[in-house]
């Protein structure tokens, strides 16, 4: 459970101990913007070290902290770079593992893409759970929020609130009747990441499809992991919840929002966002937690 100290005069609260995996896993598949196919094994960490990718492809192995001070682009996914060394579309990963409470973990990858997938969670999740998660010998601090802070572009924005209680809320709004306006709410500390949030596949609009591909995008996409929606509907369905594309909005944001290291203790709302502004209201958080 996390909840805010709003008597204190401090701006980190002590949250429950960090966590590690048991045990590693590994998960291989394509990637969705390269089309190429990588092998990914998470491996537990030490203390304090968070979570982190290794390009085990690349000479010396460079590491790319899963840190917002590595955010290197945002189009159509989040990528994270150190030096010369990148790795791309990196939230889902990270959603699961911040989902399920994995403070600290290693993350082995022989490409520049985590893999696809399903375009969930689930898998990842499902991973992590038979791996299990070891408690570790270090609280995980937790920024508390004393002021709004929002970013915004046109009417699309993300704000984060001083709330008692972690909280993430998502809205979309889009002219496929089959999307339309759909609206979720996710508190960690009612409904678990596993069940309410994972299993929400990325989606695309069918129109958008050809366009994206010329420019080099979703080379790897296809009906077995992404949901596509056209003016006459859903082209594989079914869906896994009735607001599954704004329950992976959400997911995206859990993904992006865990480049904090740890969540802050505040209701963060979001409204027909994207990974740049996910990641700008990160970068801002840090400027005022780093000042606290």
């Given at each position: 459970?996390?909840?805010?100290?709003?008597?204190?005069?401090?701006w980190?609260?002590?949250?429950p101990r960090?966590?590690t995996l048991?045990?590693?896993f590994?998960?291989s598949?394509?990637?969705?913007?390269?089309?190429?196919?990588?092998?990914?094994?998470?491996l537990?960490?030490a203390v304090?070290?968070g979570?982190?990718?290794?390009?085990?492809?690349?000479?010396k192995?460079?590491?790319i902290?899963a840190?917002?001070?590595q955010?290197?682009?945002?189009?159509?996914?989040?990528?994270l770079?150190?030096?010369s060394a990148s790795?791309?579309?990196v939230?889902?990963?990270l959603?699961?593992?911040?989902?399920?409470?994995?403070?600290?973990?290693r993350i082995e990858?022989d490409?520049?893409?985590?893999?696809?997938?399903?375009?969930?969670?689930?898998?990842?999740?499902s991973a992590?759970a038979?791996?299990?998660?070891?408690?570790?010998?270090?609280?995980?601090?937790v920024?508390v929020?004393s002021?709004?802070?929002?970013?915004?572009?046109?009417d699309?924005f993300v704000?984060?609130?001083?709330?008692?209680?972690?909280r993430?809320s998502?809205?979309i709004d889009?002219e496929l009747?089959?999307i339309?306006?759909q609206?979720?709410?996710?508190?960690?500390?009612?409904e678990?990441?596993e069940?309410s949030?994972?299993?929400?596949?990325?989606?695309?609009l069918?129109?958008?499809?050809?366009?994206?591909r010329?420019?080099?995008l979703?080379q790897?996409?296809?009906?077995?992991?992404?949901?596509?929606?056209?003016?006459?509907g859903?082209l594989?369905?079914?869906l896994?919840?009735?607001?599954e594309?704004?329950?992976h909005?959400?997911?995206?944001?859990v993904?992006?929002?865990?480049?904090?290291g740890?969540?802050?203790?505040?209701?963060v709302?979001?409204?027909?966002?994207?990974?740049q502004?996910h990641t700008?209201?990160?970068?801002h958080l840090?400027?005022?937690f780093s000042?606290a």
């Amino acid at each position: 459970m996390i909840r805010c100290d709003k008597q204190s005069p401090a701006w980190i609260h002590s949250s429950p101990r960090q966590r590690t995996l048991a045990h590693g896993f590994e998960r291989s598949g394509v990637g969705l913007h390269s089309g190429s196919i990588t092998q990914v094994r998470v491996l537990p960490a030490a203390v304090g070290e968070g979570r982190f990718f290794v390009r085990i492809d690349l000479p010396k192995s460079p590491v790319i902290p899963a840190h917002i001070a590595q955010l290197h682009q945002t189009r159509l996914s989040t990528e994270l770079a150190q030096g010369s060394a990148s790795v791309r579309t990196v939230e889902h990963l990270l959603a699961a593992l911040a989902g399920m409470g994995i403070d600290n973990a290693r993350i082995e990858i022989d490409g520049a893409e985590v893999p696809l997938l399903d375009g969930s969670a689930q898998d990842w999740v499902s991973a992590i759970a038979q791996a299990g998660t070891l408690l570790q010998d270090g609280d995980r601090s937790v920024p508390v929020l004393s002021e709004p802070i929002w970013v915004h572009q046109g009417d699309a924005f993300v704000a984060a609130l001083p709330a008692p209680q972690l909280r993430f809320s998502y809205g979309i709004d889009f002219e496929l009747a089959a999307i339309g306006q759909q609206w979720h709410t996710w508190l960690p500390e009612q409904e678990s990441f596993e069940r309410s949030i994972a299993p929400a596949r990325t989606f695309g609009l069918a129109h958008e499809i050809d366009h994206l591909r010329t420019l080099g995008l979703i080379q790897g996409g296809s009906l077995e992991n992404a949901l596509v929606c056209s003016a006459e509907g859903w082209l594989n369905p079914p869906l896994r919840f009735p607001n599954e594309p704004v329950r992976h909005k959400l997911l995206d944001l859990v993904g992006d929002l865990s480049l904090l290291g740890s969540f802050p203790c505040a209701h963060v709302l979001a409204y027909k966002a994207s990974h740049q502004l996910h990641t700008q209201l990160a970068q801002h958080l840090t400027q005022v937690f780093s000042l606290a």
